[in-house]
Nanobody
Framework: QVQLVESGGGLVQAGGSLRLSCAASGRTFSMYSMGWFRQAPGKEREFVAGISTWSTTTYYADSIKGRFTISRDNAKNMVYLQMNDLKPEDTAVYSC?????????????????WGQGTQVTVSS
């Protein structure tokens, strides 16, 4: 089992940056592909970024491509989301999630374990 705890959210002005962190418990972290999702009020949860077990492959939603970067440190059981040039439409609760390799990285139903989420608010 994997437990995930996000941190790093907050209030930032448009054009600013934030770095989200996700701490994972357990000795098997490197077995899991990881993803970041977000959900804005009144909207469905959407995929943001994903990364394979040893960082060989990354995936990004078109809406954030070129602005956000996902990374992981298996030695520290951590996954990160660096968010630059933030826009008001990036405002949402951001959650990290873990899945075993295989399946569709872009689909939330592929992910088994979820964190509680961290709020990101971007003011205009």
């Amino acid at each position: 089992q994997v437990q995930l705890v996000e941190s790093g959210g907050g209030l930032v002005q448009a054009g600013g940056s934030l770095r989200l962190s996700c701490a994972a418990s357990g000795r098997t972290f490197s077995m899991y592909s990881m993803g970041w999702f977000r959900q804005a009020p009144g909207k469905e949860r959407e995929f943001v970024a994903g990364i394979s077990t040893w960082s060989t492959t990354t995936y990004y939603a078109d809406s954030i491509k070129g602005r956000f970067t996902i990374s992981r440190d298996n030695a520290k059981n951590m996954v990160y989301l660096q968010m630059n040039d933030l826009k008001p439409e990036d405002t949402a609760v951001y959650s990290c999630a873990a899945r075993l390799p295989g399946g569709d990285a872009y689909r939330d139903y592929e992910y088994t374990y979820w964190g509680q989420g961290t709020q990101v608010t971007v003011s205009s």
